[in-house]
């Protein structure tokens, strides 16, 4: 169990450019996060996957942001035509849910993408 | 709006000194955890407290849960430099909530 993998560990981009990020979560967890943390503040939600089924996104996932995760495994971020606002580090974190109900679950984080948009 | 605050923001002590993180809310929370998160590296998993009023022990570090369930505090005792990070506490609002909400965070700094 290598853990969460994040990739690229940093990206420069250009303002406007398209970026896209890749997690390979935990091989036997179903769930799958987003998160976005900016300087000097805890993670912010941003979107979370079932299987391959997105099933919350949150009000700052702008129509600029989309994620996929089409087989259940690893997923992707993009964000399309970046702005200097994007820039900060982004979180990816599985768990495993089973079927039982609890009121909370493990997650484990991978090392995240820093974006730099200039 | 920050719906867990955190305090203080930064702390900065000697070795051996005891501290203690504290973090609140108006809102009550089905479950709260500690991450502590290097620089550059996501945020690892300490504790989960689920009962109000529960305490939780890991060697040197202390966690409570408020009765009400709406505040926290992490206490370290004799704390070393390698107690150095951030420490973020973060809560799921209800049970079955799907997201961690999390508090801005504390930067502990230990000085040898």
């Known amino acids: 169990d290598t853990g969460v993998s994040q990739d690229p560990r940093h990206k420069i981009t250009k303002r406007g450019q398209n970026v896209t990020f890749r997690c390979d979560p935990i091989?036997?967890?179903?769930?799958l996060y987003w998160y976005r943390q900016t300087l000097g503040q805890g993670p912010e939600f941003l979107t979370y996957?079932?299987?391959?089924?997105?099933?919350?996104k949150s009000r700052l996932l702008s129509d600029r942001f989309s994620a996929e995760r089409p087989k259940g495994s690893f997923s992707t971020l993009e964000i399309q035509r970046t702005e200097q606002g994007d820039s900060a580090m982004y979180l990816c974190?599985?768990?495993?849910?089973?079927?039982?109900?609890?009121?909370?679950?493990?997650?484990?984080f991978g090392s995240g993408t820093q974006l730099s948009v200039l | 709006t920050q719906l867990l605050e955190q305090s203080p923001q930064f702390l900065s002590i000697q070795e051996g000194e005891n501290l203690t993180v504290y973090c609140n809310s108006s809102?009550?929370?089905?479950?709260l955890q500690w991450y502590r998160q290097e620089p550059g590296e996501g945020p690892v998993l300490l504790v989960t407290?689920?009962?109000?009023?529960e305490v939780k022990k890991l060697k040197r570090l202390t966690f409570q849960f408020g009765d009400a369930r709406k505040d926290s505090s992490l206490h370290i005792t004799a704390a070393q430099p390698g107690d150095t990070g951030l420490y973020l506490c973060?809560?799921?609002?209800?049970?079955?909530?799907?997201?961690?909400?999390f508090g801005q965070g504390t930067r502990l700094t230990i000085n040898p």
């Open positions: 407290v689920v009962t109000g009023g």
């Open positions: 809102s009550v929370f089905s479950s």
């Open positions: 091989s036997e967890h179903n769930r």
């Open positions: 974190a599985s768990s495993f849910r089973g079927t039982h109900l609890r009121g909370y679950e493990k997650l484990f």
């Open positions: 996957f079932q299987n391959e089924a997105q099933l919350e």
């Open positions: 973060a809560g799921v609002l209800y049970q079955g909530a799907q997201k961690l909400v």
